[in-house]
């Protein structure tokens, strides 16, 4: 509820003509419950736990209703379902706002913990094939294999391909049962364990920037058609997050580690390997049409895994207006 002060100071706008649309907006928002999704790793989880950490939700006049999630794809099923507002995904579930089933809403921060790994003696992608390869497929291991395999003239067809899910992968590749994966740290950390000698082919940065595993911001359709100031409000949050996080990345990796209760090490590992990007520097991506050529690679993507038949322009699932107006 908006406390006396804010009420007196709205009204007094309004009666004299002079309330700004940006003021009206957040005394829209203020009060609102938001419900949050969330994968349980660095990237996803460290704009929560600095929003929680340093009172941004208080600050904002909103509070946040957070849920763990294990991927992108069954938070926007629980947006579709009406009992999730906004979430926090990675790049292989950006074929759902592709297909229109949600909004990207910002980009959180880039990966660069992507890889082909291979066993000892394969030291080049020209020697997978015909070789088994496991990969999860429809994340962003099966997109590095992708551009991998594309960068040295090869496709899927080329190889043994095996989908097998995360913690498959690293079981069989320890076992030596598969010769190559798509896959990424810190899992790749596990398996280096049992494999220190194991190779790595290509990794995200080979890539960047022209393709970038982003991570985003991601709502329910009807929040962003029903409640912009809604959107805003989280927006704000997030921006000031992200801005904390690059500006305080040790601080940030103690306070994810214990909001995970995840060991400090691993977290600091996966936190290392980001590209941790500033609003400004986003607000700047966003006009100029760096995301939307991001968003479009991804497109390319997914029409080439079958996932999308005719995907979405990006400017009409990307909401970069409210992006820069947060």
Known sequence: MLDRRTFLAGTAALGTGLAAPGLLGRARAQGSTLRIGYIADFPNASVLAIAKDQGLWEAEGVDADTKVFTNGPIQIQAMGAGSLDFGTIGPGALWLPASGRAKVVGVNDIGFSDRVIAQPGINALADLKGRKVGVPQGTSGDMILRLGLAKAGMTVADIDLV???????????????????GIWYPLIDVIKRQQPELKELVANKDFYPERSFINSFVARNETVDQNPDQVRAFLRVMKKAIDYRAANLDRTIEITAAFLEAPLPVTENVARSRKLLTSAELDAFTKDGTINGWLQGFNDLFQEFGQVKEPLAPSSYYTADLFTSA
């Open 163 to 181: 989908p097998m899910d995360p913690s498959t992968v690293v079981a069989a590749f320890a076992s030596k049962q598969i010769d190559a994966a």
